[in-house]
Nanobody
């Protein structure tokens, strides 16, 4: 049983910052990726950032590079997403997710074989 519990969403003005957290338990294997997706109303779910748990290697979507930072704690049980310079286009429900992969480059591909495990989501609203 894999459980993911997000926290830290909220409302901010453009240019502000938020940090999301995801508490994880029940890891499938040692070779897994963990990251964040988001989904805005009427839009498809899209990948935001991912970290390979065993090496710490990170990958970001182009639209958040330089603004968002994904990190894990030393015990690998807590994942965070620091979001700076938030813009109204960042308004969405943010989901923590994990998947067993040897290459996290495919983590954002929701059509690839294998299963993502999801948290319940946390809302981020950015006003102009």
């Amino acid at each position: 049983q894999i459980d993911l519990l997000e926290s830290g969403g909220g409302s901010v003005q453009a240019g502000g910052s938020l940090t999301l957290s995801c508490a994880a338990s029940g890891y499938p294997t040692s070779s897994y990726c963990m990251g964040w997706f988001r989904q805005a109303p009427g839009k498809e779910r899209e990948g935001v950032a991912v970290i390979y748990r065993s090496t710490g290697k990170t990958t970001y979507a182009d639209f958040v590079k330089g603004r968002f930072t994904i990190a894990q704690d030393s015990g690998r049980s807590l994942l965070t997403l620091r979001m700076d310079d938030l813009q109204p286009a960042d308004t969405a429900t943010y989901y923590c997710a994990t998947k067993t992969l040897s290459n996290c480059a495919r983590f954002f591909d929701l059509g690839a074989p294998g299963r993502h495990y999801w948290g319940q989501g946390t809302q981020v609203t950015v006003s102009s």
